[in-house]
């Protein structure tokens, strides 16, 4: 799960797709594309929300995404079009960017929709996200227990 900063917008797409899957079989992280954040815990309103639905953010910390991400994982989900745009700029061979996604295409995958960032926002912003990747993580969930 990739964001700008891992601070708002993907540690709670990794909270929320780690809630929906086996933990001894399914690997979830966050990174962001950025690093102005790195080592610090998700934005207080991300944890926030998250514990409203039971989801625990607080043992996450922000880290960049690395072009050794597209050994690690199978599925890299972008939150918008940016993010999505930095990492297929880090790809290696068209094997590592056929593995980033725009995780809202998961919902409707012609849409190109974007996690909207809402860092600048009040906390509606962040109720808003959590819904919007709640339904996009359940899709995914019952997508990689098919694999
Ligand atoms: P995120 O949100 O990408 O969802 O973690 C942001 C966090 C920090 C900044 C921008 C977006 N920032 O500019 O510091």
Redesign the pocket.
């Known amino acids: 799960m990739v964001?700008?900063?891992?601070?708002?917008?993907?540690p709670l797409a990794e909270g929320i797709l780690q809630s929906k899957v086996h933990r001894d079989k399914v690997q979830v992280d966050s990174a962001?594309t950025a690093a102005?954040?790195v080592g610090e815990f998700p934005?207080i309103r991300s944890i926030e929300v998250a514990k409203k639905y039971g989801i625990d953010l607080t043992k996450q910390q922000a880290r960049k995404f690395t072009v050794r991400d597209f050994d690690a994982f199978d599925l890299i989900y972008a939150?918008d079009t940016s993010n999505y745009q930095n990492m297929l700029a880090l790809a290696r061979n068209t094997a590592d960017g056929q593995k980033v996604r725009l995780i809202l295409n998961e919902i409707d995958s012609e849409a190109n929709t974007e996690v909207p960032?809402?860092?600048y926002g009040g906390t509606d912003g962040f109720d808003n996200v959590y819904k919007m990747l709640d339904e996009a993580c359940e899709i995914i969930a019952t997508k990689i227990e098919k694999l």
């Open positions: 964001c700008l900063g891992n601070i708002c917008r993907s962001g102005y954040h934005d939150m960032d809402p860092y």
